[in-house]
């Protein structure tokens, strides 16, 4: 076995390549145990570069059987094969390679390359993954036209398929069959796809503006293809949406959705031919719950929208994958923004930005959105490339207005449809648009961490004027121990004590809106306001206009102000936040110094308020009436106190559900309506708040309560309703419990996505003798260690999902991951590098915990033919 060699690779040694491959001509033998692929590149020297005179193309787990040159055979005299590489020297101008490779795709444990998952054949190529395919130059600025031919038995793979559109299919004798399909547009080879299997197919139709037929196929194991409507539907909505919004429509005759079990990611959004994890796509009322069908439409447009910002414009070199993925995120948000809640859609997305983003900028894997080095580019898939990335593109449309950040986008595709683009042409098709000069605000690009932003206000009451200042501070991030400063778009409005919104007249502006957008430039920099006669109340960050941490010193009284009265319905939420953030930590500190707990009544009347509020967004509501989780409160700490968060926590959602019993029982009663299952803006909002009734109503379970949870349990005609009560009573310690569970498992143990459920309840459990449990439930007979949504579904909810017991004390469940991570390092690198994530965090923890975290790091550090993967996220962590 090769030992690994951590080179890192730099944004600063980029060079163009040397050779260009117009045509590739792939002949695929398909085999599960032993794959032949024959490939005929069409070379040519790039005429950039002149000098560069060796052909460099990467290969991975492949055995060579034939090379030839424009037909003659080469000798190994010819070329230098290593483990990864295959290099011509002197190659010519231009000419024709054939090289014939083989391998197992049974063998291929890594779900890179061509896999099996069940009995299906396909391949996940992004980011190098076609190099386990073919010796190849595997890069993203190498786009060539691709042919593809698969051979493979017509009984087991009667479906073989592969992008763009299908021109010849035939039979041969011995029971194969073969079709030969071509793309007629230009791509990486990361986009390159093939599938081949035994496979069901849902089928329904999309008519674009431009008058295009589109046949949508989503391909199926066989009896799920009632399960792909709601997947249609999404994608037919995306389809539209993006016409509508960006005026992209799509540009082949088909469009083909692939559902597979063991995939690592999400979903790839290969040319005509996405390939997704199946719990992206199979959904009914028995088995998704409404969160499982709010991902799929986002997943579905996700990949929808890659087809221009990802396939059609694509990336330069990886270092710029935030250009695909923070635009398509952002794209993807506004989409679900637009279906379903505009307010709840930008709670979540924040939420999930502040709880993985914000934590990774602490920590050793801090990186800027355009990265300046990476050792394995699959660890660069991070929430700072997309969700940060996003919310760069959302801070240039905030300034910029909707309508010239729309003109921007059309420059962009206009200059750069069909090319491989960097970052800085996104940027200057801005600049074109807007005439703006945006040089400061590409820091963005290049500084990691997540900047501070701390205002003051001073109110001069004679002369009406009140002034904020503001000063930002970006701590350092590795490589990275000072930042210049950021532009930051801080959008804000002033209320007044009555929670009346304030006309403002900046000074040198005559506008009297009652928003307006502070550019914030330099380091310190104050913004006055004029003919302001109340005390006003700053509502700052409005819609959370920026990616940063806001400190500003609010009172109790602003903050409730706020929460009555803020028109931005992101503040109102933030304000309920903060308070509670606030009041909690307030309670730890109480509880240290042994004083008796208790809450005070100006919060519970409070809380109560928002709870008699019904005449608005019930899913907004839902999240109001939630109180922070554990996670939400770690990040609020500087050293993370996980038994008093826990224990506080707890304290205060049993407190307001037993002083405010009645108005929770109502609400449940209310909304626990027996209608049919709908999924809805207001059929989702009503089981939210129903089911957050029953969470509240669980924190002090009586009899008669564990009972009407079972009820439900047991009577829901959904999974969101018999999951929610599912997870009350799985924190319970109590017959219910055990009942309940066993239902589940007798009634699902044969629908893999639903049995994930039944492994993630359990994993996550606050019990005590959860990691006893979580080791019976790896050696489970239905557990796997190829299905990466398995793996996660335990390990991963173990160690990312639940503090208490994956901290404990005895350093146990540290223990446990490092060996998980050791044992699926030597089968799939991609997951078991991902779930290093929770110990690199041992920064924010206690001295004890800190030394136990460390301990499992240098274990699995000193481990013998450690992945590139891990190797790089344990070594940057174990520091
Ligand atoms: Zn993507």
């Known amino acids: ?43 040519m020297r790039n005429p950039k570069m002149p000098e560069q005179k060796s052909l460099v193309l990467q290969g991975d787990a492949l055995t060579l059987n034939e090379i030839q040159l424009n037909g003659t055979p080469l000798t190994p005299a010819d070329y230098t094969l290593s483990n990864n590489e295959l290099i011509i020297k002197d190659a010519p101008e231009e000419f024709s390679l054939m090289i014939e490779t083989q391998f197992s795709p049974r063998e291929n444990t890594t779900l890179n390359g061509l896999y099996l998952s069940g009995d299906i054949l396909c391949t996940q190529c992004e980011a190098e993954g076609f190099r386990r395919i073919t010796y190849f130059p595997d890069r993203p600025d190498v786009m060539s036209l691709y042919t593809t031919t698969i051979i493979a038995d017509k009984q087991k793979y009667p479906v073989l398929l592969s992008n763009g559109n299908l021109i010849d299919s035939g039979l041969l004798g011995d029971g194969k069959h073969w079709v030969k399909w071509q793309d007629p547009y230009r791509k990486p080879s990361y986009l390159f796809a093939l599938v081949a299997g035994n496979l069901g197919c849902a089928e329904d139709s999309f008519v674009t503006r431009s008058g295009r037929s589109v046949a949508l196929k989503v391909y199926v194991e066989p009896g799920n293809e009632v399960n792909c409507t709601y997947a249609l539907q999404s994608l037919k909505n995306a389809m539209r949406w993006d016409e509508l919004r960006f005026g992209r429509g799509y540009d082949l005759d088909t469009y083909m959705i692939v559902a597979v079990s063991d995939f690592n990611m999400g979903a790839m959004e290969n040319k005509g031919l996405n390939i997704f994890n199946a719990k992206y796509i199979l959904a009914n009322p028995a088995i998704a719950t409404d969160q499982d069908y709010e991902f799929i439409e986002a997943v579905i447009a996700h990949e929808y929208f890659h087809n221009w ?35 709840v859609e930008r709670i979540k997305n924040v939420r999930k930005l502040r709880l993985e983003q914000f934590p990774q900028d602490e920590g050793p894997m801090a990186h800027p959105v355009r990265p300046d080095s990476y050792i394995e580019i699959n660890n660069f898939y991070t929430v700072t490339i997309y969700e940060k990335g996003a919310e760069v593109i959302r801070m240039l449309q905030t300034m910029l207005g909707r309508d010239t950040f729309r003109q921007g986008m059309d420059i962009y595709f206009a200059r750069h449809d069909g090319h491989a683009v960097t970052i800085e042409d996104f940027v200057q098709a801005m600049e074109a648009a807007s005439g703006r000069d945006l040089t400061q605000f590409r820091r963005w690009y290049t500084q990691a961490g997540t900047p501070e932003l701390y205002v003051t206000s001073n109110y001069d009451s004679a002369n009406c004027r009140y002034t904020l200042r503001l000063e930002q501070v970006c701590p350092p991030t590795p490589m990275q121990t000072s930042k210049e400063p950021f532009l930051i778009p801080v959008t804000v409005s002033l209320f007044d004590l009555m929670g009346q919104p304030l006309p ?12 307006q957008i502070m550019e914030m430039t330099q380091s310190v920099q104050e913004f006055q306001f004029n003919n302001i006669t109340s005390y006003p109340i700053p509502s700052l960050l409005r819609d959370f206009s ?46 240290k110094s042994g004083a008796a707990l208790c809450l005070p009544v100006w919060f519970t009347d ?83 708040l129903k089911n957050i009734a ?104 173990f160690a990312m999902l639940n503090d208490i017991n994956f901290h404990a004390l005895n350093g146990d469940g540290y223990a446990f991951l490092a060996d998980q991570i050791i044992h699926l390092d030597n089968l799939n690198p991609q997951v078991a590098a991902r779930l290093c994530e929770p110990l690199t965090r041992w920064r924010r923890h206690i001295p004890e915990r800190q030394a136990l975290m460390k301990k499992q790091l240098f274990r699995i550090m000193s481990t013998p033919n450690l992945s590139r993967d891990v190797y790089e996220i344990v070594s940057k962590s174990s520091g």
């Open 694 to 797: 029953l969470s509240y109503l669980m924190a002090n379970p009586t009899d008669e309560i564990r009972q009407l949870c079972l009820r439900q349990f047991v009577n829901a005609d959904n999974m969101t309703d018999s999951l929610a009560a599912l997870v009350c009573l799985s924190q319970v310690d109590c017959p219910e419990r055990v009942e309940a569970l066993n239902k589940f498992y007798d009634k699902w143990q044969n629908e893999p996505l639903v049995l994930d459920k039944w492994f993630a309840i359990q994993a996550q459990s606050h019990l005590p003798n959860t990691l006893e449990v979580v080791k019976q439930l790896i050696t489970h007979p239905k557990f796997n260690w190829i299905n990466p949504n398995r793996v996660r579904s335990v390990i991963g909810v």
């Open 546 to 591: 920026a990616p940063v941490k806001l400190r500003y010193p609010y009172t109790t009284q602003d903050l409730l102000v706020l929460m009555r009265h803020d028109t931005d319905s992101f503040n109102r939420w933030e304000a309920v936040q903060t308070i509670e953030n606030r009041l909690i930590l307030q309670l730890i500190d109480e509880d």
């Open 504 to 515: 403002l007249q900046m000074s040198g502006s005559l506008n009297e809106a009652t928003e």
């Open 309 to 343: 910002t990802g396939n059609r414009v694509t990336c330069r070199d990886w270092f710029q994958l935030s250009l695909k993925e923070g635009l398509t995120i952002f794209r993807e948000h506004e989409f679900c923004a637009d279906q379903q809640s505009r307010e």
């Open 1 to 43: 076995m090769e030992a690994k060699s951590p080179n890192t690779i730099y944004l600063k040694d980029y060079k163009e390549p040397a050779f260009l491959v117009n045509t590739i001509d792939l002949n695929v033998a398909l085999d599960a145990d032993l794959t032949k692929v024959k490939s005929t590149l069409g070379i």
């Open 606 to 688: 409070a809380f109560a308020e928002n709870l008699s509020v019904r005449n608005q967004n019930l899913q907004y509501l839902a999240l109001l009436l939630a109180l922070p989780s554990d996670k939400d409160l770690a990040n609020e700490m500087t050293i993370i106190l996980v038994e008093p968060i826990f224990k506080i926590h707890k304290f205060v959602k049993r407190e307001l559900a037993t002083q405010l019993k009645d108005q929770w029982m109502a609400i449940y009663k209310e909304y626990n309506d027996n209608k049919p299952y709908q999924f809805n803006a207001i059929a989702v909002g009503q089981r939210s």
